[in-house]
């Protein structure tokens, strides 16, 4: 299963792709796969299965990696407390270059906080604010996000911008090398601070039929100097995309 692991998808998926914000009480499975571009130097590429489990209830939600249940639930406002399973990681054991697989792993892992949306006739307004719950980074990331959403008939176009703020807790876990590291590897130590990462996103959408849709989410996200400057690290930035499909019942 190595060729399934994601290294590194800084993007928040669940809160980006296939976002339920139909109000109604519904249920929608299927299957997707997200493609994840390494950002790290020797790392490769990766493509993860994962099921598509969707379901909206009027207290409780759940979107394939994350689930929450709703403060607040109206036709313009959702607030909700959220978990968030991240996938987020580093094995060095899959890295190609001599020098990188000396370094510590970087695990997976969950993510808790607070998640909130406006819809309006002016577009769709999205943020995340979420802290590391099993000690592994003990960091937290707040995604902001701003989209337009067009409407061809079944067919549905999603342009957006936003950025991603990361605390330095989290970019020393995923991106920083330590002291002991950089004498058993000759990697040179680093310790960034908190970033702010701009990125685009689109995504497509068409029902194929009443109760049959397919999906195309893609984003690119601009490294931060934070990031980008870590010896970790020989991309400026990082593209991911999701796609699948789903039936709802």
């Not at 990696?65 to 991240?86: A, F, M, V």
């Not at 100097?225 to 499909?245: A, N, R």
Request: hydrophobic share 35%; glycine share 8%; aromatic share 14%.
């Amino acid at each position: 299963m190595n060729q399934f692991k994601l290294k590194a998808l800084t993007a928040i998926i669940p809160c980006i792709f296939f976002a339920n914000t139909a109000a109604a009480e519904s249920l929608s499975v299927g299957a997707s796969v997200i493609y994840a571009q390494s950002p790290y130097r020797g790392g490769q590429d990766r493509y993860l299965p994962i099921p598509v489990i969707n379901y909206e209830g009027e207290n409780f939600w759940f979107r394939s990696l994350q689930g929450g249940y709703y403060l607040w639930k109206d036709p313009e406002n959702q607030l909700s407390l959220t978990l968030l399973g991240s996938p987020q990681q580093y094995d060095p054991d899959d890295n190609d270059l001599g020098d990188m697989k000396g370094l510590d792993k970087r695990r997976m892992t969950l993510m808790g906080g607070a998640t909130y949306s406006h819809m309006a006739d002016w577009g769709i307004l999205r943020t995340a604010l979420l802290g590391d719950v099993l000690n592994n980074s003990n960091g937290i990331i707040w995604d902001l996000t701003y989209l337009y959403r067009f409407k061809f008939g079944d067919f549905s176009l999603t342009p957006g911008i936003g950025a991603m703020w990361n605390s330095a807790n989290q970019n020393r876990y995923y991106y920083g090398v330590s002291s002991h590291e950089a004498a058993r590897t000759g990697i040179s130590r680093y310790q960034p601070d908190d970033s702010w990462s701009p990125y685009v996103e689109l995504s497509a959408s068409y029902q194929v039929a009443p109760q049959w849709n397919v999906s195309l989410v893609g984003r690119y996200t601009r490294f931060d100097s934070e990031i980008k400057d870590s010896p970790m690290i020989d991309k400026s930035g990082q593209t991911t995309l999701w796609t699948g499909f789903s039936y709802t019942f």
